[in-house]
């Protein structure tokens, strides 16, 4: 699809290119092995290193260029209108657990950054969760209160930096911004001086726990670990079932250049409008980048290019001085009670462990799950272990459950009652995809720029739900699940690890070759 505004790149990953590290190799064994090397994986592996452990970390692609390398960047305690609810939910006392794990987070990075010397662009600003309902605000009040109560320096608010007036905000002082990528990278390079083992380009596949555990490779490679830590963003490995209690959304980012004069000061957050959320960042002399986050939907609903449309519409009705120059998309994990999970990967587990279900506030719940997993591994305890416990499970939490599960039933069966949106493979215009049937099978088709077709199984590889085309991002994605996968059936993102199956077409070498598969499903 053209006509997009910005160009389509993570404006950390532009600014901040890093080094390489060693890709696949032979086999190895280590105290701990990280899997994932976004800033959950990153930060537990430092942790580690800093305290006198062999750690090897493993990474699919390159390190912090995943989901880490494509967010807004906030580090808030704040993480939405969350505190009454936890208050209601959970009790005031855990309440103010998350507050002081969130808040220690994002101390610990301004004591690492300013320990290693990190130039990251760090800067303290306040967070506002705001709304322009006037109905809305005896609900912001109250969330004020909550906060306050969990120890937040809270406050409601009327007036903001914002240029357009707003019902009232929940403002929390003392909180941050940063460039994740600089201080990351940074930390990544400090573990190796520690004598950490980093390896791109290495997709875990297979994990066999006991004493100790042993991970297979995409190449074969074993890696031997008495203890694992899979930080993958959304588990690769399914013996927890954590897939059943996760749910995954995608939300689009435009970001533009505006003088520095014109830009708000803090952060902001509404989950009006489909979502928006503005903060900006450091970018040149009398300059700022303005970063917009919106139109949250679940991957594989289609119509993208449709929703970066309305976000950059947005964005420059309200600030009309500035100028698109970048454009990207986030994608996380929600639990059903939206508490992340973060402890021993099942109730079996004894040298396994999980970060996951961030619910879009990664950066300070990475860092906090970096300190609380490397504090499990030395037999430490932190305040808030037991209220990120993934073997937690509240009755409160059933109806939430309940309505994934049928979200997720609803597309595995309905996805294969459903019509094709087009007839043959002769429908689908160059730049775009879809869902067709070819020998009596479903296959995903993209025809390329140049005309020519390329076929792949349409049946993700993680549970089997059918995959849909995001025409924005030009990627097939499982709306079960989140996974997503280039045209030519890579992964792009899990938990699936192994990649769509290439299909051939009529008039090609191997047409009508089932491979075994079930007619139907393909």
Known sequence: ????????????????????????????????????????????????????????????????????????????????????????????????????????????????????????????????????????????????????????????VTETELPFPVAGAVRVDGQAQFHPRKYLLALVADLVERGGIVRERTRVVSLAEGEPCRLTTEQGAEIVARDVIVATHYPVFDRALLFSRLEPRRELVVAADLPAELAPQGTYLTHEQSTRSVRTAPYGDGRRLLIVTGESFTPGEGEVGARYERLAAWTTEHFPQARITHRW????????????????????????????????????????????????????????SALYDPGRFHVRETGSLLKLQGTVAKHFVGDRLASSHVDGVEDIRPGTGAVVRVAGRRCAVYRDEQGTPHAVSARCTHLGCLVHFNDAERAWECPCHGSRFAPDGSVLQGPAVRPLEPRPLPGTDGAGDDKGEERGDG
């Open 1 to 156: 699809m053209t006509g997009l505004p910005g160009t389509y790149e993570s404006y950390w990953m532009e600014s901040a290119p890093g080094s390489a590290y060693s890709g696949p190799a032979g086999d190895l064994e280590v105290d701990v092995a990280v899997v994932g090397a976004g800033i959950a994986g990153i930060c537990a592996a430092w942790e580690l290193a800093r305290a006198g452990r062999r750690v090897a970390l493993l990474e699919a692609d390159r390190v912090a260029a995943g989901v880490t390398g494509y967010t807004t960047a906030k580090l808030s305690a704040q993480h939405g209108a969350v505190y009454a609810r936890l208050r209601d939910s959970l009790g005031a006392e855990k309440a103010a657990l998350y507050a002081r794990s969130q808040l220690e987070a994002i101390d610990r990075v301004g004591r690492v950054a300013a320990e290693l010397g990190i130039d990251c662009e760090l800067e303290t600003a306040p967070s506002h969760v705001y709304t322009q309902r006037p109905d809305a605000v005896d609900e912001l009040r109250e969330e004020a209160d909550a906060a306050r109560e969990a120890g937040l320096p809270a406050s409601f």
């Open 329 to 384: 998309a986030a994608q996380d994990n929600s639990t059903t009670d939206k508490v992340p999970f973060v402890g021993r990967f099942h109730p079996g587990a004894r040298h396994v462990y999980v970060a996951a279900g961030f619910g879009g506030w990664g950066m300070s719940n990475g860092v906090m799950s970096g300190r609380l997993l490397a504090a499990r591994i030395a037999g430490e305890e932190l305040p808030w």
